[in-house]
């Protein structure tokens, strides 16, 4: 506990930085495109000042890393130590001299990430040869996976496509992690050693167990993950579309531009409530991403949103449980559009496109859900994205859905549409706002939103290091 407390006080030394790193390294590129610019304001120094200022110990430990501009390192470990889990982790591996950067706020991850990239522009300065990609370790739940996906889309927007090649990743799950789970569906190497009981036993507890008896060997799945992990997977990068609803009559609504990899919930905000759902989920309601104050003042979350929530809910959890976010009852309307598979273009080409043609949903939703991740691991040729949602069950009284489909009370209940290229969500009844939970972050006051299956920049994919193409016999 003594290591954990050192960690929490070096957090307030905010206002001290490493001597190694150049004052250029430390100050973020400014994003050329819109949608760069949009992932890029929402950090943006005039607005949250008091956040913006990366703790000395985050660069003492990438100074520790990156000795050297004429060689990279082979891997860096990012760590969330915002929570239990995450110092947890960080005291093992430095206990064992692994490269390891802890951080607990937005401004550390952003600081260690745009170090990084600095890095590597130096090393392409220096040498005539591309760098060996940097494997990067990024440990924590699904949000803190979100937090360093956006930094890596805004970061290299406006790079070289080269630049894809320079850096993989790898998924150390601590707690609720959907991506994670994806990729022991594909690979049971990785299935073994991150989804097993053992370690999500350890790593999904609410609390720190003061006693830890029969825990796995952390250590040791690490450095094999690290070392034998070298086949890339490409994993593709969806976008949202964020509109918030104006402060005054005369302002514009604003917009966001968000990647994600996985999934994304919807919850409604009515016009007399404006409580967040708690989640009853394995992993830990409280593990607020990036976090180094008390969950309910997570910067992350403030930083999601134009006004904090009352009581963020960040879980990231494939289940849609009656506690979790859009267990309300929620009046919504759904358009969405299909993707059209290219040999059906080819094979008849007078027949309809189906991707010009709109379909609605508009009822009244318990759940409504959609996800990034490929099915099972199989290669589509054409991004698309899966919904799942849960309606309400119809009466006589009241009909939410098309007369077509009116005696068909029980297909109503419960579906999951496949091959969404687009879609556009929105609450019925205008007054009432939508809390959207993207990647385990929620961002609140959003007016309505639109999801298409493919980022529209060159970073289409993030790539994820794994052992390999291969499923469980059992």
Same mark, same amino acid.
């Given at each position: 506990?003594?290591?954990?407390?050192?960690? $929490?006080?070096?957090?307030?030394?905010?206002?001290?930085?490493?001597?190694?790193? +150049?004052?250029?390294?430390?100050?973020?590129?400014?994003?050329?495109? =819109?949608?760069?610019?949009?992932? !890029?304001?929402?950090?943006?120094?005039?607005?949250?000042?008091?956040?913006?200022?990366?703790?000395?110990?985050?660069? !003492?430990?990438?100074?520790?890393?990156?000795? +050297?501009?004429?060689?990279?390192?082979?891997?860096?470990?990012?760590?969330?130590?915002?929570?239990?889990?995450?110092?947890?982790?960080?005291?093992?591996?430095?206990?064992?001299?692994?490269?390891?950067?802890?951080?607990? +706020?937005?401004?550390?991850?952003?600081?260690?990430?745009?170090?990084?990239?600095?890095?590597?522009?130096?090393?392409?300065?220096?040498?005539?040869?591309?760098?060996?990609?940097?494997?990067?370790?990024?440990?924590?739940?699904?949000?803190?996976?979100?937090?360093?996906?956006?930094?890596?889309?805004?970061?290299?927007? #406006?790079? %070289?496509?080269?630049?894809?090649?320079?850096?993989?990743?790898?998924?150390?799950?601590?707690?609720? #992690?959907?991506? *994670?789970?994806?990729?022991?569906?594909?690979?049971?190497?990785?299935?073994?050693?991150?989804?097993?009981?053992?370690?999500?036993?350890? @790593?999904?507890?609410?609390?720190?167990?003061?006693?830890?008896?029969? %825990?796995?060997?952390?250590?040791?799945?690490?450095?094999?993950?690290?070392?034998?992990?070298?086949?890339? #997977?490409?994993?593709?990068?969806?976008?949202?579309?964020?509109?918030?609803?104006?402060?005054?009559?005369?302002?514009?609504?604003?917009?966001? @531009?968000?990647?994600?990899?996985?999934?994304?919930?919807?919850?409604?905000?009515?016009?007399?409530?404006?409580?967040?759902?708690?989640?009853?989920?394995?992993?830990?309601?409280?593990?607020?991403?990036?976090?180094?104050?008390?969950?309910?003042?997570?910067?992350?979350?403030? /930083?999601?949103?134009?006004?904090?929530?009352?009581?963020?809910?960040?879980?990231?959890?494939? +289940?849609?449980?009656?506690?979790?976010?859009?267990?309300?009852?929620?009046?919504?309307?759904? !358009?969405?559009?299909?993707?059209?598979?290219?040999?059906? $273009?080819?094979?008849?080409? /007078?027949?309809?496109?189906?991707?010009? %043609?709109?379909?609605?949903?508009?009822?009244? @939703?318990?759940?409504?859900?959609?996800?990034?991740?490929? *099915?099972?691991? =199989?290669?589509?040729?054409?991004?698309?994205?899966?919904?799942?949602?849960?309606?309400?069950?119809?009466?006589?009284?009241?009909?939410?859905?098309?007369?077509?489909?009116?005696?068909?009370?029980?297909?109503?209940?419960?579906?999951?549409?496949?091959?969404?290229?687009?879609?556009?969500?929105?609450?019925?009844?205008?007054?009432?706002?939508?809390?959207?939970?993207?990647?385990?972050? =929620?961002?609140?006051?959003?007016?309505? @939103? &639109?999801?298409?299956? &493919?980022?529209?920049?060159?970073?289409?994919?993030?790539?994820?290091?794994?052992?390999? #193409?291969?499923?469980?016999?059992?």
């Amino acid at each position: 506990m003594q290591a954990h407390l050192s960690s $929490r006080s070096e957090g307030k030394q905010t206002g001290r930085r490493g001597r190694s790193t +150049s004052l250029k390294e430390r100050q973020p590129v400014r994003p050329q495109n =819109e949608r760069a610019n949009s992932l !890029d304001n929402e950090r943006s120094p005039d607005t949250r000042h008091h956040l913006q200022i990366p703790r000395k110990t985050v660069y !003492d430990q990438l100074n520790h890393i990156l000795v +050297s501009d004429d060689q990279l390192p082979e891997n860096i470990i990012l760590v969330n130590t915002s929570d239990w889990q995450g110092q947890y982790l960080s005291d093992v591996l430095q206990k064992h001299t692994l490269p390891v950067v802890c951080t607990c +706020s937005s401004a550390d991850i952003q600081a260690a990430f745009s170090t990084i990239v600095s890095r590597i522009q130096r090393y392409c300065n220096c040498n005539s040869q591309p760098p060996n990609p940097i494997k990067i370790a990024v440990a924590g739940a699904q949000n803190y996976l979100s937090a360093v996906l956006r930094l890596f889309v805004e970061q290299l927007s #406006h790079k %070289t496509p080269d630049w894809l090649g320079y850096m993989r990743f790898l998924i150390i799950p601590l707690g609720s #992690h959907p991506v *994670a789970k994806y990729l022991g569906s594909v690979d049971y190497r990785y299935n073994n050693f991150f989804q097993d009981l053992a370690w999500r036993d350890l @790593f999904n507890k609410l609390e720190a167990q003061t006693t830890v008896s029969e %825990t796995p060997d952390v250590v040791s799945r690490i450095t094999q993950y690290i070392a034998g992990a070298n086949c890339a #997977h490409q994993l593709p990068i969806a976008e949202a579309m964020l509109t918030y609803k104006q402060k005054s009559p005369d302002e514009e609504s604003s917009q966001k @531009f968000i990647p994600f990899v996985g999934v994304v919930k919807v919850g409604i905000v009515e016009q007399s409530s404006a409580t967040s759902g708690d989640s009853d989920d394995a992993a830990p309601s409280s593990s607020s991403v990036l976090s180094s104050t008390p969950p309910s003042a997570s910067p992350a979350v403030k /930083e999601a949103s134009p006004t904090p929530p009352s009581s963020p809910s960040v879980t990231g959890s494939f +289940s849609s449980s009656s506690q979790n976010l859009g267990a309300e009852l929620m009046g919504l309307q759904v !358009d969405y559009w299909i993707a059209a598979p290219p040999m059906d $273009r080819k094979r008849d080409p /007078e027949k309809k496109d189906p991707s010009t %043609t709109k379909n609605t949903l508009k009822c009244t @939703f318990r759940s409504l859900q959609v996800s990034r991740l490929p *099915a099972s691991g =199989e290669i589509a040729t054409t991004p698309t994205m899966s919904m799942t949602v849960v309606t309400k069950e119809k009466n006589k009284k009241v009909m939410f859905l098309p007369k077509k489909t009116k005696d068909k009370e029980v297909e109503s209940k419960s579906q999951c549409i496949e091959g969404i290229s687009r879609l556009i969500c929105t609450a019925k009844h205008q007054q009432n706002m939508l809390r959207v939970l993207i990647d385990g972050v =929620e961002w609140n006051d959003v007016k309505f @939103f &639109q999801l298409a299956a &493919q980022w529209s920049s060159h970073v289409k994919h993030f790539p994820i290091c794994i052992f390999g #193409h291969s499923k469980s016999n059992f």
